[in-house]
């Protein structure tokens, strides 16, 4: 299966239906689209009130499939999202209602306000895309994508999201302010009635499985996978970092860079690819020493310099 | 425009190995009111603002994760140490003591001096820098010519507030839109914060000014709380006073290492009594210089006193003394005459220290004991016509066949008769008759008992005489005693035809701290204070025994363990490192184009980098060539046609023989162009 006119069409079709709703953010909104494509999950981290959960509800309300949202609260519990068994009275047995993680796509809307516990019912979830309760496994729809939403964690009644669950977003990405006439656009696009609550899906829950799997077909040199592992690795040999990039990094950087090269009209991945995905692929995965941390480094410094040491293939 | 370009554009307006210019500014002033403090006298100031300068030339930086930084770090604070003044010669107290606040400040400027020769000065970085600079300069304010004050200070609070941009959030972030057109809002803000600066700096200066004076009363006040000088050690003669001569204080007076046997450490040996006081002085005796030599008797114990502080410069002996070493550089005096007082002047300071080795018992007579001569045994039997006869009455009941046991006699009537008090009030007339003939029989301090012996002796026909000194007796946990300042005592030395000076203390309880009602405990705090003073001390006495070969090998070692350490904690982080060629072409022939590529690209401007793309490097080609050099962005234009098909090739289908040789045509019609 490969690549073919019709891909770039569906994919224009998401993209604009995407910035109806989301004035002058282009490059986020094919961000995200390059990691449903690449069955990436999304971690959108911003400041309140700069369009995540809108672009999230955008993006689930773009493609044809069952769409569930969870908001999440310091008392949330984690059956409340993978569901629980019910003794049903009638027969004497007990009956498993299916939480809102069984769905195609599904927003986790301010995920660091409920506590590391609950955050972690999402593991299972998201790498493996299937619940286990009372010893039975069961698998999630297909496709099954999640796109969550956090605050920064300096925010009030916010907790960092594990190490381990933020390995499992593929991108964490930024929206940021609008600019002066992007602004201009949103108040009147909502003079009467939000555009959202107009947009119709564009593709079914079937192209977006079939796109996922075109994508997996995009050609990737040994020159670029080699690349992206020198890449990795300086990661995990960088003093100033408590963690490095685990392989599920490499992986995603792989698969997301796949994405960007159809989305782009190739079957093939270039470096480009590559260096424009890695901050927002690898940044939030790397955990840097206290020393670092309180001296004035970021994350996305680390891998920007990671990128400024390691040669690029030709 | 990329974040990664972001990152280029932000990195490019202002060099990012360096700190801001306001930085030097503040640190320049800084350096320079230092200077001016210490009056020109250390050369490490010039030479460090030379080397901070020097940081803004030069783009070499130390790593801040080596053990280099640690190593110079060492060898600024050694050289400072070695360098810093004598302590003796800052006597004269200013904001706390003059040696001490310029060498806080060199200790500053030192590190503000490596911290600009470090690389990364981000934002919280040049904030210590700046609070060093505030630390050198605070050091600095109490410069002795006000005027260089008033000029510095306005300068320096100008610098400083220069340097707090780096802190303001446009500095920290990307320019990510076009800069606004600077207007008149901006220029009135940054005059008012020109006018704000000098203001606190005049302010700053005046307030110094004023408080000049005020401060340096505190500072002084405050350190002669924790040394009090005037009070340390014996006097010069012993008057029989309402309260013991000495502070009984916690101060330690001399430190004994070798030995736990209580002991009498005689300081002042006086013969003449005069009206309740006991004479001559030390300034009115003769001193001789002491023959050089130390050879201590076989199977003698040998130990060591540590003399910490002392008024007189006396030292404190037993009367068994065999033989005595003082330090070699030290001037050591000692009395002509049976008293024997001895003094050590040494080169700096009050430290002292000297080696013992005591006769082989209590009654041994070593140089300390000498033999009197006829005038000297008229004066040891002298009592004084003011002194009551009836106290010549009191002695003779007291008086047996043999001296010894009058000796013991007498001291055993006073300790049965008189008790123990810090306080004396004796009123009116001679302080010995009055102590021993009134009827109350009042309690007295040891002085009392001291000078009541030596008369009681005397008028039985003894020769005596009164000492002044310390009575050793309160243990350390390293084997040793410690002597302080409230062990001061008061004894008698009686002469016993047959067996020579003997010592007699008719003190109820020998002095001792328990026998006083006025002894406390010595604290933890007290013990954790002398210790970590011992410590100091025995380090900073090793370091000057050390000569340049012996400093060499030592941070030879230091270096060598460090970077050993270093090497095993970047062992335990080591990730294996990957092969060193990266990259293998799939072919010669794109190989071949790649490297033809690279050189054309490099003949038409510069060779791009290893770590930037082709087409990223186009693209800032691009950017820098102006609209007017139409030949130039065709060039740029047709070589990212280029790349684009190159990619195509060698990422898409690198076995396309077709391809490659359509590449090769393009390229050759590039170069020929």
Redesign the interface.
């Known amino acids: 299966m490969s690549l073919d006119g019709e891909f770039s069409r569906k994919a224009k079709l998401i993209e604009d239906n995407l910035g109806k709703v989301i004035q002058g953010k282009s490059e986020p909104i094919r961000l995200v689209l390059t990691s449903l494509l690449a069955s990436a999950h999304v971690l959108l981290e911003d400041v309140p009130g700069t369009g995540k959960t809108t672009l999230a509800k955008a993006l689930a309300q773009s493609i044809d499939g069952r769409f569930r949202r969870v908001q999440f609260t310091p008392d949330l519990l984690p059956a409340d999202i993978t569901g629980s068994s019910f003794y049903n009275p009638t027969d004497g047995s007990f009956e498993f209602r299916p939480g809102p993680v069984f769905a195609n796509i599904l927003l986790a809307d301010e995920i660091n306000r409920t506590s590391p516990r609950t955050q972690s019912a999402l593991l299972e979830v998201m790498s493996e895309n299937q619940v286990t309760s009372d010893g039975q496994k069961r698998e999630l729809p297909k496709p099954f994508f999640v796109i969550a939403t956090q605050n920064p964690i300096e925010f009030h009644g916010t907790y960092p999201l594990p190490e381990a669950q933020l390995d499992r977003f593929g991108v964490r990405l930024t929206l940021g302010y609008p600019d002066h006439d992007s602004e201009m656009r949103v108040l009147f696009d909502q003079h009467t009635h939000h555009p959202l609550e107009s947009l119709k899906p564009v593709i079914t829950r079937d192209e977006l499985l079939e796109m996922q799997q075109q994508v997996k077909s995009v050609?990737v040199?040994?020159?670029?996978a080699?690349?992206i592992?020198?890449l990795i690795?300086t990661t995990?040999?960088d003093?100033r970092l408590k963690l490095?990039i685990s392989p599920r990094g490499s992986l995603a950087l792989y698969r997301t860079a796949q994405a960007r090269a159809a989305l782009n009209a190739?079957?093939?991945?270039?470096?480009?690819d590559i260096?424009?995905l890695a901050?927002c692929v690898l940044a939030h995965r790397v955990v840097l020493d206290t020393k670092s941390r309180?001296?004035?480094?970021r994350n996305?410094?680390v891998i920007?310099e990671s990128?400024?040491?390691?040669?690029?293939?030709? | 425009m990329t974040r990664a370009q972001q990152a280029t554009v932000l990195a490019t307006t202002r060099p990012a190995w360096r700190p801001t210019l306001w930085l030097l500014l503040a640190s320049m002033t800084a350096m320079a009111g230092l200077y001016t403090y210490t009056q020109q006298r250390h050369m490490a100031i010039p030479l460090m603002t030379i080397a901070i300068g020097l940081s803004y030339l030069i783009p070499y930086r130390l790593s801040r994760t080596g053990p280099a930084r640690w190593i110079i770090r060492g060898c600024l604070l050694a050289m400072l140490l070695l360098l810093a003044p004598d302590r003796t010669q800052m006597r004269s107290f200013w904001y706390v003591d003059e040696g001490v606040t310029s060498l806080l400040g060199m200790l500053a400027a030192a590190e503000l001096m490596l911290q600009h020769w470090l690389g990364r000065p981000d934002a919280p970085r040049q904030g210590i820098m700046l609070v060093l600079c505030a630390a050198i300069f605070a050091a600095s304010t109490n410069a002795r010519e006000p005027r260089l004050t008033y000029i510095l200070a306005p300068l320096f609070a100008l610098a400083a507030i220069g340097s707090l941009r780096v802190f303001s959030p446009q500095q920290q972030q990307a320019p990510t839109t076009a800069p606004l057109r600077r207007g008149m809002k901006s220029r009135l803000f940054k005059g008012a914060a020109v006018a704000f600066a000098l203001l606190v700096g005049f302010s700053t200066a005046a307030s110094i000014e004023s408080m000049r004076n005020r401060l340096n009363r505190i500072g002084a006040e405050w350190l002669m709380s924790f040394a009090p000088r005037t009070s340390v050690g014996m006097s010069s003669s012993s008057q029989l006073s309402t309260r013991f001569n000495v502070t009984p204080s916690l101060t330690r007076a001399l430190r004994i290492r070798g030995t736990r046997t209580t002991m009498h450490l005689r300081g002042m040996v006086f013969d003449t009594y005069e009206s309740g006081t006991w004479r001559p002085k030390l300034e009115q005796r003769i001193m001789e210089s002491l023959p050089v030599g130390f050879i201590p008797p076989p199977q003698a114990k040998l130990f060591q006193i540590d003399r910490l502080e002392d008024n007189l410069s006396l030292l404190y002996l037993p009367l068994n003394l065999a033989s005595l070493q003082a330090d070699q550089n030290a001037r050591v005096d000692v009395e002509r005459g049976h008293r024997g007082v001895i003094t050590c002047t040494p080169e700096a300071g009050d430290e002292c220290v000297y080696q013992v080795a005591p006769g082989e018992s209590l009654n041994s007579q070593g140089p300390l004991c000498r033999p009197l001569t006829p005038d000297e045994r008229a004066a040891c039997l002298l009592v004084p016509p003011q002194v009551d006869p009836k106290v010549r009455d009191l002695a003779l009941p007291l008086k047996k066949p043999k001296p010894l046991q009058t000796m013991v006699s007498i001291a055993a009537y006073l300790q049965a008769n008189h008790s123990y008090s810090l306080k004396a009030d004796m009123g009116e007339g001679d302080p010995i008759s009055v102590f021993l003939l009134n009827p109350k029989r009042p309690a007295a301090h040891c002085q009392f008992f001291a000078s009541s012996v030596v008369m009681l002796l005397r008028s039985c026909g003894i020769p005596a005489r009164y000492i002044t000194g310390y009575y050793a007796h309160e243990p350390t946990s390293d084997g040793g005693l410690v002597v302080r300042q409230r062990d001061g005592h008061a004894w008698a030395e009686a002469w016993i035809d047959g067996i020579g000076w003997m010592t007699v203390d008719a003190t109820p309880g020998g002095g001792q701290p328990g026998s006083r009602e006025e002894d406390e405990s010595v604290s933890n705090w007290q013990k954790w204070r002398e210790w970590f003073s011992d410590s100091f001390s025995t380090i900073s006495n090793f370091l000057r025994r050390l000569n340049w070969r012996q400093v060499a090998l030592a941070g030879g070692l230091v270096a060598l363990v460090a970077l050993t350490v270093q090497s095993i904690l970047a062992a335990r982080k080591r990730v294996r490192p990957l092969p060193p060629t990266p990259y293998a072409f799939p072919g010669d022939d794109l190989e071949s184009l790649a490297m033809d590529f690279n050189r054309w690209l490099g003949r038409m401007g510069e060779t791009p980098l290893d770590s930037a793309t082709w087409m990223e490097h186009l693209t800032s080609q691009a950017e820098q060539t102006s609209a007017r050099r139409q030949h130039k962005r065709t060039q740029v234009d047709t070589a990212r046609d280029f790349v684009t098909a190159y990619n195509c090739t060698r990422f898409g289908d690198p076995t396309d023989p077709a391809a490659i040789a359509q590449l090769r045509q393009l390229l050759d019609k590039m170069k020929e162009t």
């Open positions: 050609r040199d040994e020159a670029i080699d690349y592992v020198r690795h995990r040999a003093v490095g190739r079957n093939y991945v270039v470096p480009e260096r424009e901050v309180y001296g004035g480094i996305e410094q920007q990128l400024a040491s390691v040669p690029v293939p030709r």
